[in-house]
């Protein structure tokens, strides 16, 4: 089972070109670190309010620890206006059979 990851944040918006710099930068290590691709996302009406997108996670015992060290190396959490907010989701498991019987005419 594969794991979804939201990362989101508040920036200043003084630093936000360099540091839109460094998440870009730090993604693409972590990429080829864990082969998960992630994207930066800022929300639409407060552009100041961004989150990263990491999907499909298929190992997140390696994930979690890779993202934990390139953002320290990167220096992305001290750079922010408050602490990122992670938050993992994953798809239930569902089962097709009630809903697929073929009704009897």
């Not at 710099?21 to 990429?31: E, F, G, K, T, Y």
């Not at 309010?49 to 190396?73: H, I, N, R």
């Amino acid at each position: 089972m594969s794991a979804n990851y939201y990362v989101w944040y508040t920036v200043e918006r003084d630093d936000a070109h360099e540091l839109e710099q460094a998440v870009r930068s730090m993604q693409a290590r972590l990429a080829c670190r864990t082969g998960v691709v992630g994207r930066l996302l800022k929300r639409r009406e407060a552009p100041d309010t961004w989150m990263e997108v990491y999907e499909k996670v298929t190992d997140p015992g390696a994930f979690e620890p890779a993202l934990a060290s390139l953002v320290d190396q990167y220096d992305i959490e001290v750079r922010l206006r408050d602490r990122r907010h992670t938050e993992c989701f994953v798809e239930p498991a569902v089962s097709m059979a009630p809903h697929c019987a073929a009704k009897e005419v």
